[in-house]
């Protein structure tokens, strides 16, 4: 149950939020993240996420939400803190908050402790730089059921609330990996995955020429900069998804989808 309400923006766990937020260090330093939003957190209970502490505004949050929470914590996390709705909303990184906030432990995977299926299905970032990117990708993947997504050499954390908020939650449905270009290559022949990479280049064939039904990792790059020549070069085969109208190359959130289910389609066959 709540403890006493917290009114002021000074209380020491209020300010600790704040650099949760805003430093992907303290994050580490701490092992923790933020989940915000009712649906988000219920999705990251459900997939087993260790909840340390709720922040919940109730006058935000509605009797409806306060009872869903009820029926998810009631037993627990030990911490559930009342918050007023001037605190509420200093703290809240999104317009409209439903008035919960939550501490998570979010897991930690390497590419040998990764569960690996008979025919896996991964999606490859590499070094990518904007959480809505990330989160949205982690939807995709949470949607086709790829086996992972790996970021090799990311600019982001994984587990950055931005990304966690943009995948709605999806973050801790997906196991999500991040690792170095070489550790990457070396893991996929071990393994006998085929690499593809989606770039512009004289040798990309086009995406729906290939046959991913097999062991198959789909290679993203930037969107500012596309994949790294180190990467591209070690790739098994390049492909490209055709352009019909003036712009060269889509969002690489839309690209992976289109190529994720591509993948998703020849499978189900």
């Not at 998804?241 to 839309?254: C, E, F, W, Y």
């Amino acid at each position: 149950m709540p403890l006493d309400p917290i009114t002021s923006p000074q209380n020491p766990r209020i300010k600790n939020l704040l650099k949760l937020q805003q430093k992907s260090s303290e994050r580490r330093a701490q092992g923790l993240t933020i989940i915000e939003g009712l649906r988000e957190l219920t999705i990251a209970h459900g997939a087993g996420v260790s909840i340390t502490a709720l922040f919940v505004c109730s006058d935000l949050a509605g009797p409806q939400r306060l009872q869903q929470l009820q029926e998810l914590f009631g037993n627990g996390p030990a911490d559930w803190f009342e918050v007023s709705k001037a605190v509420f909303e200093k703290v809240a990184y999104r317009e409209g908050s439903d008035g919960v906030l939550a501490l998570a432990r979010p897991p930690h995977l390497t590419l040998d402790t990764l569960p690996l299926p008979a025919n896996p299905l991964l999606l490859v970032l590499e070094a990518v730089e904007k959480p809505g990117n990330l989160g949205a990708i982690l939807r995709t993947a949470d949607a086709a059921q790829a086996t992972a997504v790996v970021v090799c050499d990311p600019r982001t954390d994984l587990f950055n609330p931005n990304a966690i908020r943009s995948s709605i939650g999806c973050s801790f449905t997906v196991p999500t990996i991040a690792t170095t270009r070489p550790e990457l290559l070396a893991w996929c022949r071990r393994h006998g995955i085929r690499t593809y990479a989606a770039a512009l280049t004289d040798a990309a064939v086009p995406y729906t020429t290939c046959d991913f039904r097999g062991p198959t990792a789909l290679v993203m790059g930037t969107e500012a900069d596309g994949l790294t020549p180190e990467l591209l070069q070690a790739c098994d085969q390049t492909i490209i998804i055709p352009m019909r109208g003036a712009i060269d190359s889509l969002n690489v959130s839309t690209a992976t989808a289109i190529l994720t289910f591509e993948a998703v389609r020849q499978r189900e066959q």
